[in-house]
């Protein structure tokens, strides 16, 4: 539990970060910046404990991850042009923030007792559903309909952790397959722009 | 009770072939289609269950839902080219979707006690508003602003059978009148390119 | 609480005529107006509840909320050359709507229980949140996001009725304060085009 809480804490401040950064372009204010960070790192955890009826919600209940957001928003503010020289930095971010946020979020669902497959899905939403949200209000495409796997690879390392579970393999050697796989599948997918087939194949 | 399930399945099969068939002009991928399809299909039973308060949510106590929509996004990538050659099938799959699952809608908040007005509101709202999620995250205008009559259409069908329900008719037959309503009320309207009278004609 | 439910009541009328003298530029119908006022006027305190977990809706117990927008949709009917002739007017409308949707936000989820800070995000959410959604909607930038101060007013304005609701002073006081201020906040905000900082000053 108490890794748990760390990790969301961790998840949060990654998200965050990588919602700040994107703000680039859009040249908003301090307010802005500050609600895209907020909805980037809470939006996918309050849609799965809303779909879930898991009340009351994480950031709610602990103001914690309210501070860490504030906390990550004036670290990117500070350290803004660096971490944009670091190329890449802002997909790491993120895919720091979508791999640790899968696992968080299935293991949620699972101790509510759902099926597993909805539990794989509550992952996957837990880790793409913010920045999904951040993109529909700034009117991006969301970021689950470009081209490179994304969300797909947290559904992938979502069932692998599952599976994992089911075998009752020890909770850290799945956390840590699992994460690592999402992070792989996703950095080998930017690096050699794969995607998954087009849809409508036959017919 | 028995029927109301397997009419929700049939809906739920409609607009989830509705949503994939839709997307065509977003070249998306096998993911991007599948979640276009999900979104669709369980987007305004959901919304209408988070509003109502009443957990758990239909496709999550029932993984039945999540297959149903497999199938279909299946389905229609297998008989694609068939599909769209039958010209106006999307609008036949989307009109059956929005007419049973009105009437679902209706029953589902009456059944919780609110306000017949609220109830015919959760109706139109549990047909139209999985396309208008869709739409809004794929930036579409959403369906509801367009021209021909759609949601309106939605909104008359659920206040017959309101009507009808008060007035003690069978509960088969104001299902029939209601939905055969909808589809006419929405079949006449795409023929003819009837529109309601735009907003603001005094003052 | 006689008094906080007229106070609902007369911001629902406000937002919804401010939702509904904006439909002017989308050439849109009754249908399409209506539905624009409603999610405009009941947009915010709806997010608010549901993040809250606070059932039933407001305007899902208690019918009188629907038809004080219908009303405010057929006002604006009835006067909307007027209205409109009247410079200003929807940024009137829709600041009074703000001010007090803010305070009311604040107070219901400090009956809640929860952590000030959260209940003075509550407050801006209840406040700005529904002219979001209405935003996403009709692929507008949301309102947040644009130049002058908005939703930094309702924070302001929510942080000094929770400061003074510490201080003990007495409600009807703390409740106008915070009201006027955040009205004169924006009204001065607009007339000298005042904006926040842009985000990333440092670095």
Redesign the interface.
Known sequence: MEIQYILELIGTFFFAVSG?LA?DE????????A?TGFVTAIGGG?LRD????S???V??RD?QF?YTIFIAILF????????LRLRRTLLLFDTMGISLFTVVGVEKALSLG??P??AA?MGMFTAVMGG?IRD????E??V??Q?EVY??AC?AGAFVYIGMANLEVHRTTSFLVATLLIIVIRLLAVKYNL?????????
């Open positions: 700040a703000v859009k040249d908003q204010d301090w307010f802005g910046a609600f309050t809303i779909l879930l009826g009340y009351p919600l950031w709610i103001v309210l990117t503010a500070l350290f803004y042009k660096h971490l759902v099926h497959v909805i899905i999904v529909t209000l700034t009117n495409t969301p689950i309909f081209k969300a797909s559904l995607s998954l087939p087009k849809y409508k194949r036959f017919g």
